[in-house]
């Protein structure tokens, strides 16, 4: 009779259990991310802080020079600061900050938010994630590069088309190249507030007759118009604070006009013409550039606590 061979004892398994802190440790330790994390908060309104100090001080410091009057600089229609016999008028610099920034949201707006529903609603997921990487390209070109591509490109071709354009540099090349600057910002936020539409609205409007078209701008847009009005505002808050190409393409002449065909200087224009010159530092012309700048900072401010007031006010919750 032949015993079963004996089956192999089975190695015994030991589980190491995961070590953890103890609680009184870890406890500190979550007690440490929070205070860096607060610093890392802090440290950004401090800079924020530290700068519009250094502004509103050499604003104050350019208002106390009794050659400069607050009535004129708010309401005058020449500024020659470096020229002999200088005046400091806001308007010219204003109306063309004003000026490039609406000519660049005429063209990036509505480009910006056809793209915006085509690649949400229309677009397969092929199709969009190739379109809007390469869209997104644009907002990586440095700014020179868009500056000599209006000077060089956008400018003469304009003339061929527009008569008594005939300045390398004007308003209507300036305002162009800025509104392709800002147009991935218009598309890829107005995208992201578009895909955010739930999907039962859109079968909703299906179910009632709607086709794809009328479900997308009589429905999906008016749900997502919070986000599509604040990508809009924060695209020209971008626009009024471009410097480089605005520079290049619109020349550095502060005229007060509204011809979209000559040449102007913005704010950000005079600024850099002002820190990269020969004036001196604490001069009346030194100082104001912090007036120009404490200008285009309560303005950039203004239009991004308007965009906030536009989220919060009509802003949709779904569930």
């Known amino acids: 009779m032949t015993t079963p061979p004996a089956t192999p004892a089975k190695p015994a398994v030991t589980t190491k259990r995961p070590r953890f802190l103890p609680l009184k440790g870890k406890r500190y330790f979550e007690r440490l991310i929070e205070f860096f994390l607060l610093c890392c908060g802090l440290l950004s309104i401090a800079i924020t802080m530290a700068i519009a100090t250094v502004v509103i001080l050499g604003t104050v410091e350019f208002f106390l020079d009794p050659q400069v009057s607050i009535w004129y600089f708010c309401t005058g229609t020449e500024w020659s600061a470096g020229f002999s016999d200088p005046k400091y008028g806001i308007l010219p610099l204003l109306t063309g900050t004003l000026m490039v920034a609406l000519i660049a949201g005429a063209v990036a707006i509505p480009l910006g938010l056809t793209t915006a529903i085509y690649l949400s609603e229309y677009a397969s997921a092929r199709t969009r994630g190739l379109v809007k990487p390469t869209l997104e390209l644009l907002a990586g070109i440095p700014t020179v590069v868009y ?35 800002i147009l991935p910002l218009v598309a890829s936020m ?3 507030a578009i895909r955010s539409v739930p999907r039962a609205l859109r079968e909703g409007s299906y179910a009632l007759g709607a086709n794809q078209f009328e479900t997308s701008t009589r429905v999906v847009v008016p749900a997502a118009l919070s986000g599509i009005i604040a990508s809009f505002i924060l695209a020209l808050s971008r626009a009024i604070g471009e410097t480089m190409a605005v520079s290049i393409a619109c020349g550095g002449m502060a005229a007060f006009s509204l011809d979209p065909r000559q040449g102007i200087a913005t704010m950000t224009t005079f600024i850099v013409r002002i820190a990269q010159g020969d004036v001196q ?7 104001s550039l912090f007036a120009v700048a404490a200008v285009l900072f309560f303005m950039t401010l203004f239009m991004n606590i308007f965009a906030q007031w536009i989220l919060g006010r009509y802003r949709q919750v779904y569930q």
Do not use: K
């Open 281 to 287: 530092h604490g001069s009346r012309d030194f100082n």
């Open 147 to 181: 500056g000599y591509f209006a000077l060089t490109a956008i400018t003469p071709f304009l003339e061929a088309f527009i008569p008594g354009l005939n300045t390398p540099t004007n308003q209507l090349s300036g305002g162009i190249v800025v509104g392709i600057m």
């Open 190 to 192: 107005s995208e992201d």
